[in-house]
């Protein structure tokens, strides 16, 4: 079955740090990839999404991720992070069945960002 | 965006009773919502696929006699915890996908469950 790791568990960084967070999945094939963002007592919220055409994908707040399909990745990136980003960051897939696609998302276990003012 | 609601967004429960769940899209119909659970430090593991009109399709594992799910019209899907234990002391979130091509999923709050 589709699986999603995401390298990262916990990060710190300093303001205006670069951000890249990591997240590879099992299966290829046709998917569709997500980054959702949990701010602390909020909901998922969805960052940004890659379903076709170019690989690298702008979301909204300055993030951005790159789908290399042979590496089966799509880290997340952001080049100056502020405080505000402190929150955790889900990559999901769905799909990644040869010959077909479900529509259930898969989830990788999170990263939790902390953004040192 | 699109919005999706939960209520309660927490509930405490006494052992062996019942809590009933609502997830509410709020400005559109989704004839497909999905529940999942996440534990503490955990990421969202998909429970069931509720489906308007029909039976909601459970993933492996999860009891469904246990977690009942009710898809009551486009806008409305009820997970009922049954018999709650503590062990079911979670945190479910619902979603909802948006329609189109590029379906992307929207989701609630969550409700926080607390089994004494």
């Known amino acids: 079955a589709q699986s999603v790791s995401q390298h990262n568990h916990h990060v710190i960084l300093s303001e205006a740090a670069s951000l890249e967070l990591g997240c590879n999945y099992s299966y290829g094939g046709t998917v569709n990839l997500f980054w959702y963002v949990q701010y602390p007592g909020q909901h998922l919220q969805l960052l940004l999404k890659y379903f076709s055409g170019d690989p690298l994908v702008k979301g909204i707040k300055g993030f951005e991720a790159e789908f290399i399909k042979s590496k089966f990745s799509f880290n997340l990136r952001k080049p100056s992070v502020q405080w505000s980003d402190t929150a955790e960051y889900f990559c999901?897939?769905?799909?990644?069945?040869?010959?077909?696609?479900?529509?259930?998302?898969?989830f990788g276990t999170g990263t939790l960002l902390a953004v040192q003012p | 965006g699109a919005v999706v609601s939960q209520h309660p967004s927490r509930v405490i429960c006494k052992s062996g009773t019942s809590v009933k769940i609502e997830c509410r899209s709020l400005d559109f119909q989704a004839t497909t919502m999905f529940w999942y659970r996440q534990f503490p430090k955990q990421s969202l593991m998909l429970m069931a696929t509720?489906?308007?009109?029909?039976?909601?399709?459970?993933e492996q594992g999860v009891e469904k006699d246990k977690f009942l799910i009710n898809h009551a019209s486009l806008t409305l899907s009820t997970l009922t915890v049954t018999s709650a234990h503590p062990e079911d002391s979670s945190f479910y979130i619902c979603?909802?996908?948006?329609?189109?091509?590029?379906?992307?999923?929207?989701f609630g709050p969550g409700t926080r469950l607390l089994v004494l």
């Open positions: 979603s909802a996908p948006s329609t189109g091509l590029k379906e992307t999923q929207y």
């Open positions: 999901a897939v769905k799909g990644g069945v040869y010959g077909g696609a479900t529509n259930k998302l898969i």
């Open positions: 509720s489906n308007e009109g029909s039976k909601a399709t459970y």
